[in-house]
């Protein structure tokens, strides 16, 4: 079931936090319990074959755990056993989503390619099952690694389907979760409630009214371009620009709402999002989007290739990447080829698709290009001062351009589409506005062409949809700012006093005004439940 959905805010949580308080009571053991039960109704509610998908799985992951913990508790152990139960546990976990998630893209590869004519085939994809692959080998690596050394059934159940972040995360390790469990209290606690309470109506404001909102106005336009029309610069670059806000506060809602949930019954999840568009580079733009994944990515895929790559080099005699002047080889070879494994990787988990893939590679580019920035071109522009004054505002429009780019290839449904809007955002589908408004232009009407398709008064409400929108979220404080007197996330501090922000005043506290104003933005929520609505990361 959604978040944002009646039968999960009226009868569900309800539900859930009610029986997890009345069983704390009595012990921590039944409460817990009662939370993975809750996990599980949450997870087969859409569709009850998904547990029976997910299970088996699940258990099988358990049993690999038990035994790598077996190997690590026996101090003569091969360690060559050990990697191979790794190994086995990770091909595993990858064989599975590559069944469920991409069996029908790989035949479609193949009758590209080769000229094959596989049938392709309608295989049921689980909820979720991306983020619980990548938790489950993130889980088995810290076993092999000892950073994980004792886990019971109950407590490994509990850290794979703890339904807050079950579907799309974040991405959480063990080590980090389940000390805060085995220390709950399961009774009511005022201020967490407070907290997990707004940022959950917080987080279901920005999905149900903000993301949704835009959403009616973006869909229709690569809905048109996917039937192969040619799309003008203006809409062009309004599907480009909505799109990543409606995907920016539809993912932004539901970390929101994770951590909201989460906090309900004590527990702080990690932080996820930090106002990407803010970012001033790419770079910075990803330990700000989807941090937990960036985290898993870098982690466990771009460090030990690194780490492998530079080992071989070394025994070679060849330098590495460290020091000030890195090598053209060592910068290609250590830091170009690990970025585009590693982003394609991130691509191919996003979608099965080409265009995924596309988008994955794009950013891995993006990343190269802001590397050899940093790398190379202080040797040349020496003058740091005048570097920094004059890149500072052009990083974050170059980024907040590549980024919106790159979302036409995520969002679109079909190659078409994004071959149509792509050349819509360069002027090749011409630079047309409503008669209505080429109309009032006098001078400047022999630059635009008018034209009777584009209506004028969506023209200006999908104009003022994605300025409001952009306002958020490049100039006000996010949720984690506002709320970081009562750590919202793991982590997640309040500013320094020595630089307070000119919006401090906007800092929620558990007040009269603050209650009066999440009423407000509940009443605009219950007013829009209801409508067709889907959570964009839900699908991953």
Same mark, same amino acid.
């Given at each position: 079931?959604?978040?944002n959905?009646?039968e ?9 936090l009610a029986?997890?308080f ?5 012990s921590?053991?039944l409460a ?8 599980l109704?949450?997870?087969a509610?859409w569709?009850p074959?998904n ?11 358990y049993v ?16 060559v056993?050990a ?6 546990g990770?091909?595993?976990n ?5 069944y469920?998630?991409?069996?029908d893209?790989l035949?479609t ?19 979720g099952?991306?983020f619980?692959?990548?938790?489950? $080998?993130? %889980?088995?690596?810290?076993? &092999?690694g ?5 886990f !019971?059934?109950?407590? *490994?159940?509990?850290? #794979? ?9 974040p991405?959480?390790?063990?080590r ?17 409630l407070?907290?997990?309470l ?6 279901l ?29 203006f809409p062009?670059?309004?599907a480009?620009?909505g799109?990543t806000?409606q995907?920016?506060f ?12 989460a906090r ?18 790419? $770079?910075? %733009?990803?330990?700000?989007? &989807? ?6 990515l !870098?982690a466990y895929? *771009?460090n030990?290739? #690194?780490?492998?790559?530079t080992?071989r080099?070394?025994a070679?005699?060849?330098?590495g990447i ?12 250590l ?19 080409y265009?995924?893939i596309l988008?994955?590679l794009l ?9 050899a920035?940093r790398f ?6 020496t003058?740091?001062?005048a570097?920094?004054r ?7 429009a170059?980024t ?13 449904p ?6 149509e809007?792509?050349?819509g955002m ?18 400047l ?9 584009l209506?004028g008064r ?6 003022a949809?994605?300025a ?8 006000l404080?996010n ?7 009562f ?15 000119p ?11 603050w ?8 009443v605009?929520?219950?007013m ?6 889907e959570?964009?990361?839900w699908?991953?």
């Amino acid at each position: 079931m959604l978040f944002n959905s009646y039968e999960f805010i009226f009868a569900f949580l309800p539900a859930v936090l009610a029986g997890f308080f009345l069983l704390g009571q009595r012990s921590r053991s039944l409460a817990l319990g009662w939370i993975i039960a809750a996990s599980l109704v949450f997870y087969a509610w859409w569709r009850p074959l998904n547990v029976l998908i997910i299970a088996p799985s699940i258990l099988v992951n358990y049993v690999l755990a038990r035994w790598l913990l077996r190997l690590a508790a026996d101090e003569g152990r091969s360690p060559v056993a050990a990697r191979l139960v790794l190994a086995l546990g990770i091909a595993f976990n990858v064989a599975f989503l590559g069944y469920f998630k991409y069996v029908d893209f790989l035949l479609t590869v193949a009758n590209d390619l080769v000229g094959t004519r596989f049938v392709l085939t309608q295989v049921i994809l689980p909820l979720g099952i991306s983020f619980i692959t990548f938790q489950k $080998i993130a %889980f088995l690596v810290d076993v &092999h690694g000892r950073r994980v050394t004792s886990f !019971t059934l109950r407590d *490994y159940g509990l850290f #794979v389907l703890f339904f807050p972040q079950l579907i799309a995360g974040p991405i959480v390790h063990y080590r980090e979760m389940m000390p805060q469990f085995h220390q709950v209290s399961c009774r009511p606690d005022r201020e967490n409630l407070a907290v997990g309470l707004a940022l959950f109506v917080f987080g279901l404001f920005k999905k149900v009214v903000l993301a949704d909102g835009i959403a009616e106005h973006v869909s229709p336009v690569y809905d048109f371009a996917a039937g192969g029309h040619p799309v003008s610069f203006f809409p062009a670059w309004f599907a480009a620009v909505g799109f990543t806000l409606q995907i920016y506060f539809d993912f932004s809602g539901y970390t929101d709402m994770a951590l909201g949930l989460a906090r309900l019954i004590g527990i702080k999840l990690p932080a996820n999002f930090n106002s990407p568009l803010k970012s001033g580079n790419i $770079i910075e %733009f990803w330990l700000r989007w &989807h941090m937990t994944l960036t985290r898993f990515l !870098t982690a466990y895929l *771009y460090n030990p290739l #690194v780490l492998w790559l530079t080992r071989r080099r070394m025994a070679r005699g060849l330098p590495g990447i460290g020091g000030r002047n890195p090598s053209a080889g060592a910068f290609f070879q250590l830091l170009v080829l690990p970025t585009l494994v590693t982003m394609f990787v991130s691509g191919v988990w996003h979608g099965a698709g080409y265009l995924f893939i596309l988008w994955g590679l794009l950013h891995g580019v993006y990343l190269c290009v802001n590397h050899a920035w940093r790398f190379f071109v202080p040797r040349i522009w020496t003058d740091k001062d005048a570097r920094e004054r004059i890149m500072g505002p052009a990083g974050f429009a170059l980024t907040f351009l590549a980024v919106a780019v790159a979302m036409v290839l995520f969002r679109s449904p079909n190659v078409t589409a994004a071959k149509e809007l792509l050349e819509g955002m360069i002027g090749l589908g011409g630079i047309n506005l409503p008669r209505s408004i080429h109309a009032h232009l006098g001078p400047l009407a022999g630059v635009f062409s008018p034209s009777a398709q584009l209506s004028g008064r969506e023209f200006a409400i999908s104009g003022a949809w994605a300025a409001v929108l952009l306002l958020g979220a490049l100039v006000l404080p996010n949720t984690l700012e506002l709320m970081a007197r009562f750590e919202p996330a793991l982590g997640v501090r309040p500013r320094p006093a020595a630089s307070p922000s000119p919006l401090r005043f906007l800092d929620w506290t558990p007040t009269v005004p603050w209650a009066v104003a999440l009423s407000f933005l509940v009443v605009s929520v219950v007013m829009r439940l209801g409508g067709k609505s889907e959570f964009l990361y839900w699908q991953f």
